[in-house]
């Protein structure tokens, strides 16, 4: 069987501002290791499939970018979306191609490019499962990431009856839950609805004809053209689109250290920590003080006393935060003067 990648790397990731803008967004820094989220994406991807059949799927500001970063993917395989529409509109619009250029029957491996995975090898026996169990069944395969704690940030999977092995039907899609609910389903056997799918491209897009009328009027009448196809199409995410949808999705458990490196705060899970339990990136100092996420690559951080904290240097710029509120900086970057925002230092106000 002919395998295929697409990378998902649109968005431009506000809750790391001011590190992250819309010409240098999540996917593109170098948040985890010294290497870009989408360089690492991208590597762990190339021992299970060929770098020409790797497709990333971004938008215009971010083609140059891209292609700098990954010479030896053909310029053609930078798909720019001309609008957000969706993930149901982009993993269609990515199908067709892999359709057209190397028939229905091969298959596609969608994750996105701004993960932290600790386990590569067993992320990449997680997608060959995948991919074997979707060519095999004909199913619309979701890699269940298996729980680490109770997350109400994240959808869940409930695994149903048995089709292969480790490989079940999907017993239903729930959307963020509260977190007592979350330690609940933790605990029944729910998966993290981790964003990892895998099939044959002809049996999605045979699922988007039927059950996604948001979708399927463009895919009928535009196919071959990107810019009329995502003009027509109504936004819907996949999971909403086609798979809540279809009869034939399945589901397999993988646990394999997956983050989806939402927030700052997020780092410190992914990080490497020092003696106190501080994620550091550049230049610290810690006396008596733990648990704290520093990103300051240019200048020297000295912490004490303090706990929970994110402290980022970026440019001139000073953000201090706690851990739990940095899931909520959009709220903040919305409040502030544009000339803060921007990241002049705040020497403008409007």
Known sequence: MSRWAVVLAGGIGSRFWPLSTPARPKQLLPLVSDEPL????VERLRPIVAIERVLILTNDVLVPAIAELLPDIPRANLVAEPRAGGTAAALTWAAQEI??????SATMISVHADWAIADTPGFQRALTRAADAAE???????????PTRADPGFGYIQPGDTIDSDVRKVGRFVEKPDRQRAEEMRRDGYLWNSGIFVWRVGDFLDDVRKLTPEVAPALHAHADDLHRFFAAVTPVSVDVGVLERSSRVAVLPG?????????????????????????VHGRS?????RGNVVHSPDATVVLYGVSNLVAVVEDGLVLITTVDRS???KTLVDALPRGVREGDGGGKHD
């Open 285 to 289: 100092y810690a006396v008596d003080a």
């Open 327 to 329: 899931s909520d900086l």
């Open 38 to 41: 989408l360089v690492e994406a």
């Open 136 to 146: 095999k069944h004909h199913t619309l395969v979701t890699v269940g990431v298996v």
């Open 255 to 279: 646990d394999f250290g997956w983050d989806d490196v939402g927030t700052w705060g997020a780092l410190r899970r992914v990080r490497t920590h020092d003696a106190q339990g501080n994620a």
């Open 99 to 104: 359709a057209r250029r190397d028939g229905p």
